[in-house]
Nanobody
Framework: QVQLVESGGGLVQAGGSLRLSCAASGRTLSSYIMGWFRQAPGKEREFVAAINRSGGSTYYADSVKGRFTISRDNARNTLYLQMKSLKPEDTAVYYC???????????????????WGQGTQVTVSS
């Protein structure tokens, strides 16, 4: 199985940018479809973005489309989330997740992902 560790979170002003990283160990990242999710206080965990094994296909939540970019470097075993034009409503703990199924489908539901990182806090001030 794979272990995932997120980093890159922090405090940023509205309109600013951050890049999150998710480092994988234990198994090569290329074995998994990968996703980013987030959870704000008092809310359910929600889908942000997903990417297929090769990185050639991506899918985004409407709330982040055009502002966030998911990418992966399989040689470095690392997943990324570039976030621009951040808004206060983007404040949440961000999690990366791995889907080991071979369907090729980019799922948005949390139950479809098998492995999770511990999360990294992103706070956007107004």
């Amino acid at each position: 199985q794979v272990q995932l560790v997120e980093s890159g979170g922090g405090l940023v002003q509205a309109g600013g940018s951050l890049r999150l990283s998710c480092a994988a160990s234990g198994r090569t990242l290329s074995s998994y479809i990968m996703g980013w999710f987030r959870q704000a206080p008092g809310k359910e965990r929600e889908f942000v973005a997903a990417i297929n094994r090769s990185g050639g296909s991506t899918y985004y939540a409407d709330s982040v489309k055009g502002r966030f970019t998911i990418s992966r470097d399989n040689a470095r075993n690392t997943l990324y989330l570039q976030m621009k034009s951040l808004k206060p409503e983007d404040t949440a703990v961000y999690y990366c997740a791995a889907d080991q199924d071979n369907t090729g489908v980019l799922y948005t539901r949390t139950v479809k992902y098998d492995y999770w990182g511990q999360g990294t806090q992103v706070t956007v001030s107004s």
